[in-house]
C-alpha cells in the first residue's frame, strides 16, 4: 500500500514511518519540513496523491484552549477535504483515550472536535485512542510540583510507551477500517501519587508526595477512568519501570 504519515518529524510519526517502511509499504513522511503544512494546505494535495492510507500524527505547537482548538479544527478540515480529493481510503488518527469524558480540558475538547471532523467527513476511518506516554511521566510530575511538594490529584493513569502506540497506529493503518475507535493502554493502572514515587526515584529525589483532593491534571479533574482504558482495550507490554530502567 501508499501510506502517507502527516507528522512524520514528531516523536510518534518518526517510528510509525519507520514501522511502515519495514513492513514494506511505500510510505509518504509528510511534515512542515518536507514542505507539507496542514494549516495552510500547501503540499498536502501532492503528499496524499495515490495514497491509499492518510495517518494523522500531527500536533499542535501550541496547548492554550483557543489555539489548540483552532489547529486541530483547521490542520483535520484541510487533510480530510485533501484525503476525500485524492480518494483516499482510510483515515487513520492518534487521539486519546476517554478525550470526549474531560470537557474541561481545551485540548481534549480539540480532539474530540478532530475526531468529529473525521467521522463526519465520510471517510472511512479508525480512531486509536492512546493513554499518556511514559515519555510524558517526567513532565506530568514537573507540573504538579509546587514549592518542592508534588501534589498529586486523585485518579488514575495508565502510561504506555510511545513506541508502542507507534506500533499501534502502524497495525491500524495496514488493517481494514474499523469506523470506530481502538483503545490502547499501557500494562498498569496507577495514581499520580505512585507515578510520582517512580519518576522521583528514577531522578533519585527525595520529594514529599500529597494527595490533593483539589490539584487537578493540566487543569481538569480526572477521576478514577478519566485517563484509563476500560472493558476491550489492547494493553501494551512495557511497564514504567521498566521503560525507565532502559532510559
Known sequence: MKITVMGASGQIGTK????????GHETVAAARNTGVDV??????????????V?????NSPDYADGPVLEFFTKSTTNQAAAAKAADVGHYVVLSIVNCDGLPDSGYMRA???????????????????ATQ???????????ITVDGEVRAP?????P??????????????QAAPVDGIVDIGGPEKMTFAELAALVLAHR???????????????????GDTGLVTGDGATLAPTRLADWQAAH
Open 133 to 143: 506516554f511514559h515519555e510524558f511521566a517526567d513532565g506530568i510530575v514537573s507540573s
Open 16 to 23: 510509525v514511518v519507520e514501522l511502515l517502511r519495514a513492513a
Open 154 to 158: 486523585e485518579g488514575l493513569i495508565q
Open 111 to 129: 480532539k474530540v472536535a478532530q475526531e468529529r471532523i473525521i467521522v463526519e467527513s465520510g471517510l472511512p476511518y479508525t480512531i486509536v485512542r
Open 204 to 222: 533519585g529525589e527525595n520529594l514529599p508526595i500529597t494527595v490533593d483532593p483539589s490539584a487537578v491534571y493540566f487543569g481538569t479533574k480526572i
Open 39 to 52: 494549516l495552510s494546505g500547501a503540499g498536502l494535495a501532492e503528499a496524499l496523491s495515490g495514497a491509499d
Open 54 to 58: 492518510l495517518v494523522d500524527v500531527v
Open 160 to 173: 504506555i510507551a510511545g513506541a508502542e502506540v507507534a506500533a499501534e497506529v502502524a497495525r491500524a493503518a
